[in-house]
Every structure is written in C-alpha cells, then in structure tokens.
C-alpha cells in the first residue's frame, strides 16, 4: 500500500491547489457543478441520489445496511446493485437475515452476491460484519450510539479512528469509506464537510490537474484513498472547488460521481476539455 512517506518531496496543497490546476477545465468544473442548465439530467440524477441518501438514513436497521454498502461496494457498485435489485426475492435487511440459522444466511448472502464460491471474500466480509453487528439488539444499541455522535470529526473518527488509537468497531473501513458511510445517508455534518475520493473523483484529477496525468500523479491519488495524510490534502482541493462553486461538499461528491459514470464520462471529459457542453445534454 502506497503512503504517504513515499512522495516526501511533493507540496501535495499546491500539487493540487487551485494555482497549479488548468484554469479554463477548471472554470468548466466549477459550471458543471453549479449550473443545472448545463446537464439537466445529471443535476436530476444527484437529486435523486439526494433523495435516497435521506430515504437511506430514516431505514430501522441504517447502520447494517450501511455496511453491506461498504463491502459490496469495493472495486465498484456491481455487487451492491445485485443486492438492491434480488432485495424482494432475497431479504437482506437485518431482521430477516437475524431470523435465519447461520447456513441459512450464508446460502443467502452467497446468492445475493452471486458468488460461485462459499469462500467468496465479499460474503466473509458480510458474514463478519453481521457478527460484528450482533442480535438485533446489538444494533439498536450500536445505531444509538451513532446517533449521538456530534460533529463530522467525530462521527468519521468513529468509523476510522486517526493514528490506529483506538481499534475499529467495524472492519473495512478507511478514510474513504468513513466519510461515505455518512455521506450515504445524508448526514448534515458530514455532508458540509466531506467528500468521497473513490475511483470517479480520481479519474477527474489528470483532467483539472494535467500535470497529474503521469504514473506518480495517479499514484498519489490512489494511495489517498488509504492513507489519512494524503487523503485529507486531496479532498481539500476538491472541498475548495465546492466552496468556490458554492455547492455543498455532498453535492460536489455526487456531481462529480455521477458525471463520471460509464456512458458519461466522455462528455464530461469532452466539456472540461474542450468547452462544447452539447454532449452533455443528449
């Protein structure tokens, strides 16, 4: 794993500051987030994204279902949409997997994932954090917990806590996805504050930022996703293009993820690049 003792001679702020990004794909940017009338049917898919975040937190059993997002979500959302689209067939919520015997479950969460497999990684991982999680009334008490947490610091520490101080009470998460976890159901504080650097926002970096577009460049954003020092220098240059844009910290997440998406991101690209926005629109 990369870290960020290996880019010791790199000022990562103006790296990826505002001065060093190229100021015309950068202006593009900062429109595609906050003109709607740019891509309508992007700004129309974050609000729905918007939507279900909020949906998402007011679940009953929101902390379980927040980990089965964090791992059916590594290395993309395939897995995750499995889940959503089998969810009538195959319940996952907690309660009905509680009613289940472990073999029961295992099968269960084996054919969600649609694994060939019983050793399958992501079902252990799903296995071990059901165990994590306890009886349904671990999970109440662990949701209560969660629910008076104060402040983003905080509630992101929860998950990640800095410097390894104190060990994790839930396995699998980094920086990335103990801001997401929050960021998924709409947290207020979180959503001001924080950004997800997944694989969509690291595609956008060698566009805004083109000296970036080397194999150094794209190793230091990789590594951001794990290492807590770079990652937090990354998602400052994106938190100031959200300010800049006056945009929430969430909506710029969202914006930025979606327009990345497959069958999309070539317009995006195209535009930063280039200007032309007709693409974006069709």
């Known amino acids: 794993m990369a870290q960020a003792a290996q880019f010791p001679k790199l000022d990562l702020d103006k790296l990826i500051g505002r001065d060093a990004a190229d100021p015309a794909r950068r202006q593009r940017l900062l429109a595609l987030m906050a003109d709607r009338s740019l891509a309508p049917e992007l700004h129309q898919e974050v609000d729905a994204a918007d939507a279900k975040a909020r949906k998402e937190g007011e679940m009953p059993d929101f902390l379980w279902r927040g980990l089965v997002r964090t791992h059916t979500t590594v290395q993309g959302v395939t897995t995750y949409e499995k889940f959503v ?20 479950r295992k099968a269960r969460l084996i054919a969600l994932v649609g694994a060939r497999r019983e050793d399958n990684w992501r079902v252990g991982r799903l296995l071990r954090a059901f165990a994590e999680v306890g009886s349904p009334e671990g999970l109440a008490a662990a949701q209560a917990r969660l629910r008076f947490l104060e402040g983003a610091g905080a509630k992101v520490a929860f998950f990640a806590p800095p410097g390894g101080k104190s060990p994790k009470p839930f396995s699998g998460f980094g920086p990335k996805y103990a801001r997401l976890f929050w960021l998924d159901i709409r947290d207020a504080d979180v959503s001001e504050v924080h950004m997800a650097l997944d694989s969509r926002i690291q595609a956008i970096v060698p566009l805004v930022w083109p000296h970036l577009d080397t194999r150094e460049g794209r190793a230091l954003v990789t590594a951001a996703v794990e290492d807590v020092e770079l990652y937090g220098k990354v998602e400052r240059a994106f938190l100031a293009l959200a300010a800049e844009a006056r945009v929430e910290a969430w909506r710029a997440d969202r914006t930025i993820f979606t327009m990345m998406a497959p069958g999309r991101w070539r317009a995006a690209a195209h535009f930063l690049c280039t ?8």
Do not use: C, F, N
């Open 85 to 104: 689209r089998k969810s009538a067939e195959l319940p996952w919520d907690h309660a009905s997997l509680s009613a289940l015997g472990p073999d029961a």
């Open 275 to 282: 200007g032309e926005a007709s693409a974006l629109r069709g």
